[in-house]
């Protein structure tokens, strides 16, 4: 076995779990979703298999994310959840234990921190090293990060939006907001409820927004049909609904976004602001695809914003460099 296949970069996200192992690239990509046995306590089903009983398991079967917002929700479940991704990864019979670096959102607290950090060696990593999101997507997305020049990235992932902008190396100023695409899907589950009064489910909401979903109204909408329950007859039902109306439904979600961009360029000094006008508003993260959201921000904010190339794969990407050179990358690496 190679030197290189001791190191393993994970993107812990609150929807997505991805595996970049050095010289492979990113091996896993998976949901953070853990079906759970009531009676035996014991894990049933990680990932896909796992998201795929969503909303339709019996009663002794939970299905649920021990990841909320960026961070543990559920200690014990996640220990199991990575443990899992671990063996996958190198193989059940592995004998090496991993040096393992995860991401962690921007606006993390040390206790939260230290809850990863334990969580992963539980898991069976030898050192665990955590890298704050923002980071890990520029390195991901290509930008040198060590030069005096202003960047300003803005990661949307399932449970948060991480906005921060590096110079140097480090972060200059950052904030990170718990209105990301879950929060983007359940504005679409509450919509559909008040107008249609019809409930749908997680993975439909998150159909619709993919299929139809922008972040302006459009003149050529696109039209999707959707298969839900009557919450007065109790029967199944079906209605069509057009992008126009879930721009209404994400209003709210999209104007926190914003506002969450606008207060970090509130802080950056003025030399790294002309910077951040010339090299404009990197997006990564998979609700970063979202029709139209470039147009949104540059009319809200004045300044170009542009999704990078592979922008799901971004921070996993990121994970990977920073552990082949974890020298040059030294004062980004927060703690093991």
């Known amino acids: ?35 759970i046995s009531i009676q035996g306590n014991k ?3 990680v990932g896909r298999e796992a998201k795929m009983m969503i909303g339709k398991t019996p009663d002794d079967i939970v299905a649920f994310r021990p990841m909320k ?21 190198l193989g059940k019979w592995s004998m ?15 206790t939260e921190r230290r809850a ?43 449970g948060t939006i991480d906005v921060a902008v590096i110079s140097l190396g480090g972060i200059v100023a950052s904030t990170s907001v718990k209105c990301a695409g879950r929060k983007v899907d359940t504005s679409i589950i509450d919509y559909i409820k008040k107008t249609y009064n019809l409930a749908i489910g997680d993975r439909t909401a998150e159909k619709i927004k993919i299929k139809i979903g922008s972040a302006l109204p459009v003149e050529d909408e696109l039209h ?15 209605v069509k609904i057009g992008t126009n109306e879930i721009t209404k439904a994400l209003e709210g979600d ?4 914003i506002q969450a961009m606008k207060d970090v360029l509130a802080q950056v000094p003025p030399e790294l602001a002309s910077d951040i006008i010339d090299n404009g508003i990197a997006l990564t993260g998979g609700t970063s695809q979202l029709r139209n959201l470039t147009d949104l ?20 990407r990121g994970t990977g460099i920073a552990l082949e050179h974890i020298d040059t990358y030294k004062k980004a690496i927060i703690s093991k």
């Open 1 to 35: 076995m190679s030197i290189f296949s001791k190191k393993l970069g994970i993107d812990l996200g609150t929807t997505n779990i991805l595996v970049y192992l050095p010289g492979k690239g990113v091996i896993l990509d998976e949901p953070s979703v853990v079906a």
């Open 43 to 45: 894990v049933l089903a």
């Open 69 to 89: 917002d960026g961070v543990i929700a559920d200690y014990r479940v996640t220990e199991k959840m990575l443990r899992y991704y671990f063996e996958k990864a």
């Open 96 to 110: 090496w234990k991993p040096d393992v670096l995860l991401s962690v959102p921007a606006g993390i607290t040390s």
């Open 116 to 158: 990863v950090i334990e969580a992963a060696t539980k898991a069976g990593a030898r050192n665990a090293y955590v890298v704050k999101e923002p980071i890990l997507a520029a390195i991901g997305s290509g930008i040198s990060i060590q030069e005096p020049n202003g960047y300003m990235i803005v990661d949307i992932g399932g």
């Open 224 to 238: 999707v049909i959707i298969k839900g329950r009557d919450y007065v007859t109790g029967l199944p039902r079906s």
């Open 254 to 257: 999209l104007k926190i976004m």
């Open 297 to 316: 921000i540059k009319r809200r904010t004045g300044v170009d914003a542009h999704l990078v190339e592979d922008p799901l794969f971004c921070v996993a």
